[in-house]
């Protein structure tokens, strides 16, 4: 089942946060993960508005993202992000079969 890591942070120094954008590509590719959005506009539809960066990245199931956040190369660059960055935060969520009904009690 696919499994989905949302990441959001404000970006404070894009020169140092660059070296971590050039490398991660790679990093996904080996995990079987992709970008589905990689910091385009965000509307905000309800509530406080929303200023940070935005990532989706999908994955083909929870192994794998977390493979992918654990790889050694992954969180040798990850360094320029934190440096680079706050605020961050990075969310992992599995998806649910299409066929799978809602659960009637959320």
């Known amino acids: 089942m696919a499994a989905y890591m949302i990441c959001t942070m404000t970006v404070h120094d894009p020169e140092t946060y660059k070296k971590y954008t050039d ?11 992709k970008f589905l ?7 905000t539809s309800e509530g406080d508005p929303f200023e940070q960066r935005m990532v989706i990245l999908e994955f083909p199931d929870r192994a794998s993202a977390e493979a992918w956040y654990n ?6 660059v990850s360094e320029f992000r934190r440096a680079a960055a706050s605020d961050g935060r990075m969310i992992l969520q599995e998806g649910r079969p299409h066929s799978a009904a809602p659960d009637p009690l959320v």
Not at 23 to 33: D, E, I, Q
């Open 71 to 76: 790889d050694p190369e992954y969180q040798r």
């Open 37 to 43: 959005t990689r910091g385009e506009p965000v509307t």
């Open 23 to 33: 490398v991660t590509p790679s990093t996904l590719a080996r995990h079987g993960g």
